[in-house]
């Protein structure tokens, strides 16, 4: 340090902390949207976790089955009902919100509840409901069981952080899970008709 | 001083000189204009050594501006006066301004004015008089006062430059950046102390050692009649079960960067083959400037990537692509010099700035890699790097292709393994660092829809709707790591310690072997320090590797073993660190 260099100054910096800019980028808050809630049912090979509260119990769904693919769902509204005895696929569902890793990718899942008499389909209902309430506090993925005729599912071993949910009202939820042409509110509906042999 | 206008003088300074490969500006002539009286001031070279200060105010009240500053204060430093307190560079702030914008944009003066609609003011002849001013004196009269006239209208063209730039300054940023550029004059001509004799060897006998390299370097027969064999490097990888990226086309990525990455990650098998295609192909050891005594000096080129680090030209530069060639470096008789870095310092700013738990916990472990993949579960509480050195190797790969923004294919292409496993390896990083990914998305949407990002001390880049998001998403990391290097060498300079250059993340100081100890001990600090006053909440910690007489500053890993074939080839004896 014997240097014949002229000394640098650092006037004005002695307090350079005092000019730190943030970096924690706050002030712009990105919250993700989803347009589309799927409905539908956890896929075989997706971890998933359901929300303990975000649910709404005995919703009446019509169940038309396609050609090909899944079938296509149709919210009932409940006065319909007693009018409706005639038309097959009519169950009553627990709707519960559910996300996926590894994205947090929400669904809503229409679980049949059980009609308690003794049908084999039962069994899948159950099963479906144990498996959402076990979901409310761990990650899980399920499957069809053909022998049981009842779902199993598979914890994680994993300690995965907890889901990210979609900060959304339950009726906003059910407009882009189930959407305004999904919902049936007059037995004119075409569906019914259709269903009916009337078109 | 937060304006332009808190200064009482604002000078405009320009020098003409010549300077040598390697060596110190000379200087011919000098003009200064003040901006706000005008007053000029126009001095030949005579008059100029006559002075023992810049005959203008370069104190605290005052403000020196050049295009370049580094090239005057090596002319201050050539002349012996003291360098003045503020700077603000207009070269650095045009970087900054257009930093992030892919176009073809080039940094000249011509370049400047012409971005500013200034082309009117542009010095005519740039080129003639460049070419009379670095064939040197003696001058005749004409020739001295055609230089000055020159040199006057460089200085008249940057006073246009100042008032078209003046209200993109952002002040005082704008001072510290212009600080570094005394920084980067001082360090340009202390430069680095090079082993000439044994250059002047290699220089001598280079085309021996290549064809003596092949037969001794490859003994695995990669090369064919002198050629690098594609299909028989594929099976010397093959053989030792060496993972390797590929292009689109399922051929082998061959670039340098990719025998860079891999050279780290499987050294034992690559680092032989980077070096001697290193060697072969790049290596031009005539290009390497040397000055007259005998020390390696370039222009170190600040500010001039993105982020704002350093971009000296590979050519000139002894730290250029060929580590073995580092062996050169040798300090001189009684002197030392150390090579000082921070641990871990992209991963330290992440964690930092992020303010992740689990990132802060893996940097402070002491093996961040192994302590991520016992976060993740991959191994035991108790694993250790000898006990599971394969886990701790892919666990590595992934944190740092995080650092980097890279996506499950490219990191699947790194590892040599599926994409579902590379996958498998994000979503572990994801799940064990939460508050680092969202601490990034921010980043993301705050650049997108801001436009810019800044980092602690004022540098920015521009976000454009085609920016990448890897490279924005890295801006903040790797622009404040700039900064810090910055800050550093700022206080260890201050310090009166010698800093030969700055290597990305690291800084080479020199000293005599008296004052190792208290040098090392001082700059160690000052990385510190550094690193406090960017990180505002954390300090990073500082290693250092020292060398003295008749020691080299050679990688172990990455460079003995090399150095050593071209020394057995020249029949030289072998190095042992």
């Not at chain 1, 709707?95 to 009609?115: A, D, G, H």
């Not at chain 1, 409310?136 to 300690?159: Q, V």
């Not at chain 2, 012409?114 to 460049?130: C, D, I, V, Y």
């Not at chain 2, 001082?522 to 020691?551: F, W």
Request: with cysteine; aromatic share 10%; net charge negative.
């Amino acid at each position: 340090m014997t240097e014949t260099e002229p000394p640098l100054v650092m006037d004005g910096f002695a307090d350079l902390e005092q000019f730190r800019l943030p970096q924690d980028y706050s002030e712009i808050q990105a919250i993700v949207d989803h347009t589309v809630i799927p409905l539908r049912k956890p896929k075989k090979q997706h971890w998933f976790r359901v929300h303990p509260e975000i649910k709404m119990e005995g919703v009446p769904f019509l169940e038309v089955e396609q050609e090909s693919g899944a079938p296509e769902m149709f919210m009932l509204h409940g006065k319909l009902l007693p009018s409706l005895t005639d038309v097959p696929g009519i169950s009553r569902r627990c709707l519960r919100l559910c996300v996926s890793r590894p994205n947090n990718t929400p669904f809503v899942w229409p679980i049949k509840l059980p009609t308690d008499s003794g049908a084999k389909h039962d069994d899948w209902a159950r099963s479906a409901l144990a498996t959402a309430r076990l979901a409310e506090t761990r990650w899980l993925r399920m499957s069809s069981d053909m022998h049981l005729n009842a779902y199993k599912h598979f914890f994680a071993a994993a300690s995965w952080s907890e889901p990210v949910w979609p900060q959304l009202e339950l009726v906003e939820i059910l407009r882009r899970s189930v959407g305004e042409n999904h919902i049936i509110n007059s037995l004119d509906h075409p569906v019914i008709r259709q269903l009916r042999g009337l078109e | 001083m937060a304006r332009l206008s808190d200064f009482k003088e604002i000078w405009i300074v320009d020098f003409e000189f010549q300077i040598s490969e390697g060596g110190f500006p000379e200087v011919h002539c000098m003009v200064a204009r003040e901006a706000r009286s005008n007053r000029l001031i126009r001095a030949f070279r005579e008059e100029l050594l006559a002075a023992d200060e810049a005959p203008f105010d370069v104190g605290k009240d005052a403000l020196f501006v050049a295009y370049y500053s580094s090239a005057e204060f090596g002319c201050f430093l050539s002349l012996g006066w003291p360098l003045p307190i503020h700077t603000l560079d207009l070269y650095v702030e045009f970087r900054r301004l257009l930093a992030g914008r892919e176009v073809e944009q080039r940094f000249s003066l011509l370049h400047a004015l012409s971005h500013f609609n200034l082309g009117q003011h542009a010095p005519s002849a740039k080129a003639e008089w460049r070419d009379i001013a670095m064939r040197g004196g003696p001058f005749t009269p004409e020739e001295a006062q055609g230089l000055l006239d020159y040199c006057q209208e460089d200085v008249d063209a940057t006073c246009h430059l100042l008032e078209a730039m003046k209200m993109d300054l952002n002040f005082p940023y704008c001072l510290f950046r212009g600080r570094y550029m005394q920084s980067i004059a001082l360090m340009e001509r202390q430069g680095i102390p090079i082993d000439t004799e044994t250059l002047e060897l290699l220089r001598d006998n280079w085309d021996h050692i290549r064809s003596q390299l092949i037969d001794r370097i490859d003994v695995s027969g990669v090369y064919t009649e002198g050629s690098f064999s594609e299909q028989r490097f594929e099976q010397y990888l093959a053989a030792n079960g060496v993972p390797w990226p590929r292009l689109q086309s399922g051929r082998l990525a061959l670039d340098e960067e990719t025998f860079r990455q891999q050279a780290r990650s499987h050294s034992r098998f690559i680092a032989k083959y980077h070096e001697l295609r290193s060697a072969l192909s790049k290596l031009k050891l005539n290009n390497l400037a040397i000055g007259p005594d005998g020390r390696n000096r370039t222009l170190l080129s600040p500010f001039r990537s993105t982020t704002s680090r350093n971009q000296p030209s590979n050519a000139k530069f002894i730290f250029g692509p060929s580590t073995w060639i580092r062996g050169l470096i040798q300090p001189k008789e009684d002197t030392f010099i150390a090579y000082i870095d921070w641990s871990q310092q992209e991963l330290g700013i992440a964690a930092a700035l992020s303010g992740d738990e689990n990132m802060l916990k893996a940097y402070h472990s002491g093996d961040p890699y192994l302590q991520f993949a016992q976060m993740a579960g991959a191994v035991p509480k108790k694993a250790t790097k000898e006990s599971h050195p394969n886990e701790r190797a892919a666990y590595k790969v992934c944190m740092l292709a995080v650092q980097y923004g890279m996506g499950a294919e490219s990191l699947a292409n790194q590892l040599g393994k599926p994409v579902y496993e590379a996958n498998k390896l994000l979503r572990a990083h994801k799940d064990t660092f939460p508050k680092y990914w969202e601490w990034n998305q921010r980043i993301l949407d705050t650049g997108f829809a801001e436009g810019r990002l800044e980092t602690v001390f004022g540098w920015s880049r521009a976000v454009l709707g085609d920016s990448k998001p890897a490279s924005v998403g890295n801006f903040p990391v790797q622009g404040n790591g700039a900064e810090m290097l910055r800050v550093a060498i700022g206080l260890i300079q201050n310090q009166g310690i010698r800093v030969c250059v700055p290597i990305h993340d690291a800084v080479l100081v020199e000293g005599h072997v008296s004052e190792e100890r208290e040098c090392l001990l001082i700059a160690q600090k000052c990385m510190q320090k550094a690193s406090h006053m960017v990180l505002g909440n954390m300090t990073l910690a500082a290693e250092s590797k020292a060398v003295r007489a008749p020691s080299r500053l050679i990688d172990n890993d990455r460079g003995l073993g090399f150095w050593n074939a071209v020394m057995s080839i020249l029949g030289r004896p072998q190095y042992i660190s």
